[in-house]
């Protein structure tokens, strides 16, 4: 079992450009989450697909950001316009359909890491 | 909103002696708990994870919850230095919005040989 696999690790933007980052859940897993890593605002939700349905993107910035999930094996997360307080750890996490129940476990990847100068 | 906060900020201790995390969350109906270590630069990896009060071991590792207090409480036995890393407490409440975890903002565990 491979784990949760993001790509890339780390991404370098300019101000103003658009940064598309990968996420491949575990194989068979019907929950999919996508969550922001800073220093100062912590582990925040943005996204969750069940299903490959969007289910609840209530964290997600409105205007530059959109998440999909066109098949099963993978994920995206599209910022366009790229600012510099878009500078963070996005770490993409899986789970099977247990999820939500008080059973089963979300397993993350190891995130990737977007710097925008 | 869910406000879950974790303390100490960082906390040094010797190999081989107890460690202890804390954990206090805001929203009296979380029935869902769970331990997370991330180690630099990496994923997290979930510990322990329990959703009624008393406690749950999973190896050296034990956690408390006593839903009255809205704390919530990680106990690392014989920590090592491998141990070493960033220690996330995440919570979620029951209902329809029950998959989506609030997490704190950790715990840095450093543990001196």
């Known amino acids: 079992n491979a784990g949760v696999i993001q790509t890339p690790r780390h991404k370098v933007t300019g101000k103003g450009q658009e940064a598309t980052l990968w996420c491949e859940p575990i194989?068979?897993?019907?929950?999919v989450f996508w969550y922001r890593q800073t220093i100062v605002q912590g582990l925040e939700f943005l996204t969750y697909f069940r299903n490959q349905a969007p289910i609840d993107d209530s964290g997600m910035p409105k205007e530059r950001f959109s998440a999909q999930m066109p098949n099963q094996s993978h994920s995206t997360l599209k910022i366009q316009s790229t600012q510099p307080q878009d500078s963070a750890v996005y770490l993409c996490?899986?789970?099977?359909?247990?999820?939500?129940?008080?059973?089963?476990?979300?397993?993350f990847g190891e995130g990737s890491k977007l710097t925008v100068l | 909103q869910q406000k879950v906060q974790q303390s100490p900020e960082s906390l040094t201790v010797s190999e081989g002696a107890m460690a202890s995390l804390n954990c206090t969350f805001s929203d009296g109906t979380s029935n869902n708990f769970r331990w997370y270590r991330q180690h630099s630069a990496k994923g997290l990896e979930v510990l322990v994870s329990?959703?009624?009060?008393g406690e749950k071991e999973e190896g050296r590792f034990t956690a408390h919850l006593n839903r009255a207090n809205l704390h919530v409480s990680l106990h690392i036995r014989e920590p090592q230095p491998s141990d070493s890393a960033v220690y996330l407490c995440?919570?979620?409440?029951?209902?329809?919005?029950?998959?989506?975890?609030?997490f704190g903002k950790g715990t840095l565990l450093t543990v001196t040989p």
């Open positions: 194989s068979g897993h019907s929950a």
């Open positions: 329990i959703f009624s009060d």
């Open positions: 996490a899986s789970s099977s359909r247990d999820w939500g129940a008080n059973t089963g476990q979300l397993y």
């Open positions: 995440a919570v979620s409440i029951s209902g329809g919005s029950n998959y989506k975890l609030t």
